[in-house]
């Protein structure tokens, strides 16, 4: 069953005293998958260990250690075209037809146009290890930095930070965005106009990775406590929290349908869930390639794209 935990953020506009410190200031991680039992729903396409994936426009990329590779959805035969980066991928953010590449050991943001494979890199000193769409410009989660850097026309234009640990993912929704803190274990809310970090809260027992759903909801998987949380953000305020067991790691989210797709590394497994209603309903199951950490969804037919962080191959899967 779902339980809704409501927490009060801080009147103040600055995170809480009670989430400064952690008596366990180690970032959650995804499980050590054993070896596949089942055979992989779907097709798998060969390819090197994949560290993020993304769909858009009928492309499928796959970050590797070496740069993207991007696949025609249309023609999975084909070979893909590849893109050389300036180091390894860590989170790979849609930005229209163009996909955000957050590059940290190199500190930069990489923007990929999908059709022509062009690239253009920003700096962003502090190891950027995510990057979101906001506005007219770029958000991007500086973790080494503990804050957040604001990209215009390809500038860094802003840097704000104030009581995180690390700055890991971000996430934007209307007027709102949040930024989350793995060693914290916390999402805080950004103020944008007056660049500050403000109000925040717990997120489970070890969040991960989250993404935004069309409600304006954060999607949050706490890979440690085995859930599925939902945060509100105007106010912040943690909705849902639904058991997901399994270490669940990577998620998506298919507005059309509704529906978050949440990689599951203990069981390699992925869950397609209905976020539509009062709690999630799970609606799919299918058994995935080993060591499954990235998952992504086409928003045109539903396929869900599972990759592979072990050399276990890119699957694609049509519910």
């Given at each position: 069953m779902a339980t809704a935990v409501l927490l009060?953020?801080?009147?103040?506009?600055?995170?809480?005293?009670?989430?400064?410190?952690?008596?366990?200031?180690?970032a959650a991680t995804a499980a050590r998958s054993p070896a596949p039992t089942a055979?992989?729903?779907?097709?798998?396409?060969?390819?090197?260990a994949a560290s993020a994936v993304a769909v858009t426009g009928g492309t499928l990329a796959v970050a590797t250690d070496t740069g993207v590779d991007l696949y025609d959805l249309a023609a999975l035969d084909k070979a893909p075209r590849s893109v050389a980066l300036p180091g390894p991928v860590e989170t790979l953010t849609v930005d229209g037809a163009d996909l955000l590449a957050a590059v940290p050991t190199k500190n930069?943001?990489?923007?990929?146009?999908?059709?022509?494979?062009?690239?253009?890199?920003v700096g962003v000193q502090g190891a950027p290890a995510a990057?979101?769409?906001?506005?007219?410009?770029?958000?991007v989660a500086v973790r080494e930095s503990k804050g957040v850097a604001v990209l215009t026309d390809g500038t860094v234009t802003k840097n704000f930070s104030g009581g995180l640990l690390s700055a890991d993912r971000v996430f934007a929704t209307g007027d709102h965005a949040v930024v989350l803190d793995h060693l914290r274990n916390a999402v805080f809310r950004l103020d944008m106009a007056?660049?500050?970090v403000e109000?925040?809260?717990?997120?489970?027992?070890?969040?991960?990775n989250g993404v935004v759903d069309r409600f304006g909801r954060v999607l949050v998987v706490d890979?440690?406590?085995n859930s599925l949380l939902a945060f509100g953000l105007d106010p912040l305020l943690l909705r849902q929290r639904y058991p997901v067991p399994g270490a669940p790691y990577g998620i998506a989210y298919d507005a059309e349908r509704?529906?978050?797709?949440?990689?599951?590394?203990?069981?390699?497994?992925?869950?397609?869930?209905?976020?539509?209603?009062?709690?999630?309903?799970?609606?799919?199951?299918?058994?995935t390639v080993g060591q499954p950490n990235s998952v992504a969804v086409d928003p045109a037919d539903g396929r869900v794209v599972v990759a592979s962080a072990n050399g276990g191959g890119v699957q694609v899967i049509a519910p």
């Open positions: 009060a953020g801080c009147s103040s506009g600055q995170p809480q005293d009670e989430l400064m410190v952690t008596t366990d200031p180690v055979e992989p729903a779907g097709r798998v396409l060969p390819a090197e930069q943001v990489v923007r990929v146009d999908t059709a022509s494979a062009a690239t253009s890199e990057a979101t769409p906001f506005a007219d410009g770029t958000i007056k660049g500050s109000e925040g809260l717990r997120a489970g027992e070890g969040a991960t890979t440690r406590g509704d529906l978050a797709w949440v990689t599951l590394t203990a069981t390699n497994e992925v869950v397609g869930f209905d976020v539509a209603g009062g709690e999630p309903e799970e609606r799919f199951r299918f058994p």
